[in-house]
């Protein structure tokens, strides 16, 4: 099972354009991205861009990118036409979120053991939900899952719902589980979904997996311990400079 990492990175951010070239102590946010997936066992990992900064700076520091459409409107559009685009052959994509610049390489390397199964199409990762502001927030995605470790559903709103019991009482209560926004896919399962139709389900809680769910797709889970740092802000950015070595 030959399986490569894709790092999708866009320029312009809506929330913080030139967001992959921000400085991280002296490097890159995308390079500290490339740096920790080349820490795991990807056979390959490359950048799939859209602006040619990007693109010089990836090869600046000795990584690997392909261009691709800026119109794509998520990073598994964007994963789907790169993995096309690169000349060797791949069973299997770790879509690598481009601005976890701390992305833990163990998790990576889950993701791929996971793939790798020939009963899995699609796969992520989950952790223990432990403050009632992340699971009552809609920034944070919930996930329940089945016993054989499968997705059952997604959704922005705490999911197990528990009737009869006060939310003051439902971290005591219940077991809750937060979504990793990181992906693992068969290669011909990526091109099937990106051939998908929009879902109701997804346009009604913003999740293009519940497309994937709505299709008859299946998304084996695993359960780790914690979460990466995302960059999602410059303030975001601030912290990420402060926690960095």
Known sequence: MKVVGIIPARYNSTRFPGKPLAM??????????????????????????????????VLKFGGKYVMTDPRHQSG????????QMLEEQYDAVINIQGDEPFIDPRHIDLLVDLIS???????????????????FGSTKVKVVMDKTGKALYFSRNPIPFMQNVA???????????QHIG???YKTETLH???????????????LEQLRWLENGLSIRMAVVAGESVSIDTPDDLA???????
Do not use: N
């Open 239 to 245: 912290k990420a400079r402060e926690m960095a070595q």
């Open 167 to 177: 939310h003051e009482k439902w971290m005591q209560k219940g077991r809750f589980y």
């Open 117 to 135: 199964r020939d009963d899995t199409q699609l796969a992520s990762l989950v952790k223990r939900v432990e403050d009632a502001e992340d699971l």
């Open 24 to 57: 991280i102590k002296g490097k890159t946010m995308i390079q500290r991205v490339c740096e920790q997936a080349w820490k795991s066992k990807l056979d390959a990992v490359v950048v799939a861009t859209d602006d040619i900064r990007i693109a010089d700076e």
């Open 192 to 206: 099937q979904i990106a051939k998908m139709q929009p879902s109701a389900l997804e346009q009604a809680e913003s």
């Open 76 to 83: 598994t559009d964007r994963c789907c036409e790169a993995v």
């Open 182 to 184: 990181i992906y693992a």
